[in-house]
């Protein structure tokens, strides 16, 4: 679980509470080896070997996953859900800022999608602009996948010719869903058909219905591979730790068995740890 703190931060059906810090893994040559490659020159001549380039050198794993963007037109609360088999997704996918958008970037994604998607949203264009923007320079295209929304509640959606099987999106009005490797078509619409029924609950908010969209996918099949990582983010101006950012809600569960049942406990302990905040939300009058 992460503390609130801004996000630094995707559909038709082609084949693409205790506080801490984001956690970021450099690539590094593991210390092991360099204690090895030591003793074997104090002990005698070492044999020569032909080096092997580290793990990290090889193409970066595919983020196969299901997510979710979505905006609040009542707060105005903007954020991202999201689950993998795939270890720290919450590393990966999701990017916010209140006020300007969410991005979930995906399959083999490209992070700068992420901030660079947030900066042409501040700067006045739409997510249908974006996307085409972000995917027109890029190369590998055909297996990138992300949604967009907007503070405005318009939303866009794209996924690469050669994303994996099953491999889909759905864009509609303030929220949009997309998958690869899914299970099939049906975890892209159990998550829209749960989003809109959470909508109506009681004593709810953006957080829960993001949680509640995972959940029916992953009962819906989720990612065939299976699950281990799962991440929501939510923010809101001035919503952060000391009201000194907007990341109202920014919650990791890295590596685990059941992800997305522990990211929905951890979501009830930030109610519990920060009720203050979620009893005073933001009231928006409508706008078209």
Not at 208 to 214: E, M, N
Request: aromatic share 8%; with cysteine.
């Amino acid at each position: 679980m992460i503390f609130p703190t801004s996000a630094p931060a995707t559909f038709s059906n082609p084949k693409i509470l205790k506080p801490t810090s984001p956690l970021y893994l450099p690539s590094t040559l593991p210390l092991t080896s360099f204690f090895l490659a030591g003793c074997c020159c104090c002990t005698g001549p070492a044999k020569k070997t032909a080096m092997q380039p580290p793990a990290a050198a090889t193409a970066a794993p595919t983020v196969a996953t299901y997510s979710i963007v979505a905006f609040d037109p009542a707060t105005g609360d903007l954020g991202v859900a999201v689950q993998s088999k795939f270890f720290g997704v919450g590393s990966v996918v999701p990017w916010a800022r209140a006020g300007v958008g969410a991005i979930a970037t995906q399959a083999e994604a490209n992070v700068t999608y992420g901030p660079d998607g947030l900066r042409l949203l501040a700067a006045g264009k739409n997510p249908r602009q974006v996307v085409e923007i972000l995917t027109e320079t890029d190369p590998r295209k055909e297996v990138r996948q992300f949604g967009i929304v907007d503070a405005r509640g318009n939303t866009a959606a794209y996924t690469g010719t050669k994303c994996n099987d099953y491999a889909g999106h759905f864009a509609g009005k303030n929220f949009a869903v997309q998958g690869n490797i899914l299970a099939g078509e049906a975890v892209i619409k159990a998550m829209e058909t749960a989003y809109v029924a959470a909508l109506k609950k009681p004593d709810t908010e953006l957080g829960d219905w993001l949680v509640a969209a995972l959940d029916a996918a992953e009962k819906a099949g989720g990612d065939k591979r299976g699950r281990q990582s799962a991440a929501l983010l939510v923010v809101r101006e001035n919503s952060g730790y000391g009201r000194a950012n907007d990341r109202y809600i920014d919650l990791r569960v890295e590596d685990h068995a059941e992800p997305i049942q522990e990211l929905a406990r951890l979501v009830e302990m930030h109610k519990r740890f920060y009720p203050a905040a979620h009893r005073n939300r933001p009231q928006r009058a409508p706008t078209e």
